[in-house]
């Protein structure tokens, strides 16, 4: 089945400067990779999805790129805000439609 | 505000309780799923509903049984559970049981087994 491989655990910057989270997937049949925010107490949030028909997608100060060939994909976070801090997880969807989630990134962004 | 709603919140019970985990979903979704999410581990998939029929179960022990009884509900049965069940379990739904579609999840329950 799908392992999906994320990196790093943990995440420390500066507000105001960027931080990128990567992800590594397995199964080359996957087509759409979604990231999702999870804030203390709550249930994840999906942030940004792509498609495997797209090479990067942007919504304000986030973006996510693909590499199909490698098999590989990263959210990018521009001008961090205190607001930003929250655990990342990225996730691919598999040939039997389920969901195989990466262990999350937890992202300390420091005033 | 998120479309699906869980209740309750957080649970404690004994290893002999028989308790149940509510999720309803408001999007007009046609699936539904159970995740747990244990520390430091991937979000676990549990069981998987598809316009109301069970589609797929992850290996789950029989101690966690799931029903849906219309696309709008689901319910997780607990019962005689064990310490290292306890975790935070989540409700997600999306528009159909297929490639490309978002999941949206709801808070979750935090469950805690004495």
């Known amino acids: 089945g799908e392992n999906v491989e994320q990196h790093p655990s943990t995440l420390s910057v500066q507000e105001g400067d960027s931080a990128v989270i990567k992800c590594t997937y397995s199964?080359?049949?996957?087509?759409?990779f979604p990231w999702y925010k999870q804030e203390l107490g709550k249930g994840p949030q999906l942030i940004i999805d792509?498609?495997?028909?797209?090479g990067e997608k942007k919504d304000q100060r986030i973006a996510v790129t693909l590499n199909k060939t490698a098999k590989h994909f990263s959210l990018h976070i521009t001008e961090t805000q205190p607001e930003d801090s929250a655990v990342y997880f990225c996730a691919a969807i598999s040939k039997r439609s389920t969901l195989t989630f990466g262990k999350g990134t937890m992202l300390l962004v420091s005033p | 505000e998120t479309g699906v709603t869980q209740t309750p919140r957080h649970l404690v019970m004994g290893m002999t309780n028989k308790k149940s985990l509510k999720c309803e979903q408001h999007l007009g979704h046609n699936a539904m799923y159970w995740y747990k999410q244990s520390a430091k581990k991937p979000l676990e998939l549990m069981f998987v509903y598809s316009l109301e029929e069970r589609v797929e179960n992850n290996s789950v022990p029989s101690r966690f049984s799931p029903e849906c009884p219309n696309s709008s509900h689901l319910f997780l049965h607990l019962h005689t559970l064990q310490p290292e069940d306890s975790a935070l379990y989540l409700c997600?739904?999306?528009?159909?049981?297929?490639?490309?579609?978002?999941?949206?999840f709801g808070d979750g329950t935090r469950l805690s087994i004495l």
């Open positions: 792509i498609r495997s028909n797209v």
């Open positions: 997600a739904s999306s528009q159909d049981r297929g490639l490309n579609q978002p999941q949206h």
């Open positions: 199964d080359s049949a996957s087509n759409y």
